[in-house]
């Protein structure tokens, strides 16, 4: 419950001023952020019919390429935490000869549990192809000017997310799944996937526009970062503590400069990519929305996390991200990167990504719920509930650190 | 009065428990998701509404532990009003559960702006290290408050919930 004149609930153009002189973050991370508090009394969520999306991405489609496609087979695609996604099959002709493509529109809600740009999304998926299986993108509508919000296509790709359940296998932990044969093939290409990411040639990421770059020797991106979800704090959260603002000045004194410039993923674990069983292959690497230029600590400490873990069937060994031991994980992470792994950013950036996560499950996700503002706010504020847990143990790492 | 919160939970839950969830699309996972998580938010108030109020008291009185803690590390934090007035909520016995949980924002508040205004090394060290004590009370009941949620990786590592209340 909150005192009526909570200004979160309706910003004025002061607060925003003030968060936006406070903590400065990427040019485009401002933008997203900014146009947020500005919908923000808007109007919540209300079911949007799958004939909306269909004229809207007719509408994207023309656009970009005249009238001469049809869209068929439109529904619904289960998934996908935070944003609506309709799949459909699109004829046209891309090189001259007609042809029959599956594709995903993938939608914000007028608010997520994590605010991001699709320009950044869009954008750094393209980067990716020809490094990491990820799937073509094709349109955005940065804007939401066709579509009701903001949003983009992509390839379907071929997959799934959790495998099959497994009849008398059940192992303990959040984790996914996967059989013993399984995590053999499918651990080794996560590795060797997650080098790929992190070792992008730097002239690669030289024509990348929404991102700002980062520098070796400095720890200016990571600052940039820390000050971009500290901002959030202050624009969702349900209350004021203390040991947010704690946590916020450990990371700020103790940002380490980077060594090595890295796409960061963001969100890299089971669960963010697609496979085939039959091949026990990774198909697509999806979900790029929080993918900046880095550390790799970030995205080491993130897939590894115990709350991402599950045991083998022994019960006692801990697979990060229901995959590998975390030990056997960073080995063949540094033969396969060439880069090696610091024992003390890992220790940063684990603090980091659960102060990122309270953020975005103890002020966003309950003040997105609390709004009504996406498709599923009984999911979004049953996640809410999980922030404190997060909590906890970055007090229990200030603890030892501070 | 009759039917009582109690009752009408009751039968909302065996509704939707007997005959919503078989009757739904089996080729619709996000509905059935919806559905589990709707059912789990009903039995969680089923079983803490009655103690809404409690809380709320354990909150404010959590929030007035941790800025005596921070004024007891750094004594010109100048908290001390805030935390009468905090106090004098707490001791009302008519104050309702708003009033309650608007106390406790705008002592935390106050805890927030005297912990950002110590600037010097060693005081801020001590502050820091009371903030991070402090927080842990609030912590343990928020986290025992949604314990039947199953997120905690060790339930048994947190106290039972009528224990703090």
């Not at chain 1, 799958?50 to 869209?71: N, Q, S, V």
Request: aromatic share 8%; proline share 7%; with cysteine.
């Amino acid at each position: 419950m909150l005192q009526p004149e909570d200004i979160r609930a309706k910003p004025d153009e002061a607060f925003i001023a003030r968060v936006r002189r406070t903590w400065t973050v990427e040019p485009e991370v401002d933008h997203v952020l900014t146009r947020k508090l500005r919908r923000r009394s808007g109007p919540g969520y209300t079911a949007i019919p799958l004939t909306t999306l269909i004229e809207g991405t007719t509408k994207l489609i023309a656009r970009h390429i005249g009238g001469d496609f049809r869209l068929e087979n439109p529904r619904w695609l289960q998934g996908g935490a935070s944003k609506l996604q309709m799949a459909f099959d699109l004829t046209w002709s891309p090189d001259g000869r007609v042809e029959r493509t599956p594709m995903v529109l993938r939608m914000e809600p007028p608010e997520s549990i994590v605010e991001t740009s699709r320009r950044r999304e869009f954008e750094m998926i393209r980067a990716m192809r020809g490094i990491v299986p990820v799937p073509p993108v094709y349109w955005i509508d940065p804007e939401g000017e066709d579509l009701p919000y903001p949003a983009l296509v992509y390839g379907f790709a071929e997959g799934i997310i959790q495998p099959k359940p497994r009849p008398g296998q059940a192992v303990r932990g959040a984790g996914t799944n996967f059989s013993p044969e399984l995590r053999a093939a499918i651990s080794a290409q996560f590795v060797r996937h997650l080098a790929a990411i992190h070792t992008v040639p730097a002239e690669h990421l030289q024509g990348l526009k929404w991102f700002s770059p980062a520098k070796v020797g400095s720890n200016e991106s990571v600052i940039r970062q820390v000050n971009w979800w500290r901002r959030v704090w202050e624009e969702d959260r349900p209350i004021e503590n203390p040991l947010m603002d704690v946590a916020y000045r450990w990371l700020i004194d103790n940002a380490p400069a980077l060594d090595h410039i890295s796409v960061v993923h963001g969100d890299y674990r089971a669960g963010n990519f697609l496979f085939t069983e039959h091949d026990q292959t990774i198909t697509a690497i999806l979900d790029w929305e929080l993918s900046v230029l880095g550390d790799r600590h970030q995205d080491l400490t993130w897939c590894t996390r115990k709350a991402q873990s599950r045991y083998a069937e022994d019960g006692e060994t801990l697979l990060a991200s229901g995959l590998i031991p975390a030990d056997q994980f960073f080995e063949r992470y540094e033969r396969a990167s060439g880069l090696s792994i610091d024992p003390w950013r890992l220790q940063y950036y684990q603090l980091f990504n659960d102060y990122c996560s309270t953020v975005h499950m103890v002020a966003t996700a309950w003040r997105v719920s609390n709004y009504g503002k996406t498709h599923q706010d009984i999911v979004v504020a049953w996640t809410s509930v999980g922030g404190n847990v997060i909590l906890g143990r970055l007090r229990e790492q200030l603890e030892e650190l501070a | 009065m009759a039917p009582d919160i109690d009752q009408e939970l009751r039968v909302v839950l065996k509704a939707l428990e007997q005959v919503i969830s078989p009757a739904l699309d089996p080729a619709d996972p996000s509905a059935a998701e919806q559905l589990r998580l709707c059912i789990a938010a009903l039995r969680h108030v089923q079983g803490h509404f009655a103690l809404a109020l409690h809380c709320a008291r354990r909150e404010l009185a959590n929030a007035i532990d941790l800025a005596e803690t921070v004024n007891a590390a750094a004594p010109t934090s100048g908290l001390d009003e805030a935390v009468r007035a905090a106090g004098e909520q707490l001791h009302d016995i008519r104050a309702d559960q708003a009033a309650l949980d608007v106390a406790r924002q705008i002592l935390l508040a106050a805890i927030s702006e005297a912990v950002n205004g110590i600037s010097e090394p060693s005081a801020r060290r001590a502050v820091d290290r009371a903030v991070i004590a402090g927080s842990r009370s609030q912590l343990d009941l928020a986290r025992a408050w949604f314990i039947e949620a199953g997120r905690e990786p060790d339930p048994q590592a947190i106290p039972p919930l009528d224990s703090m209340l």
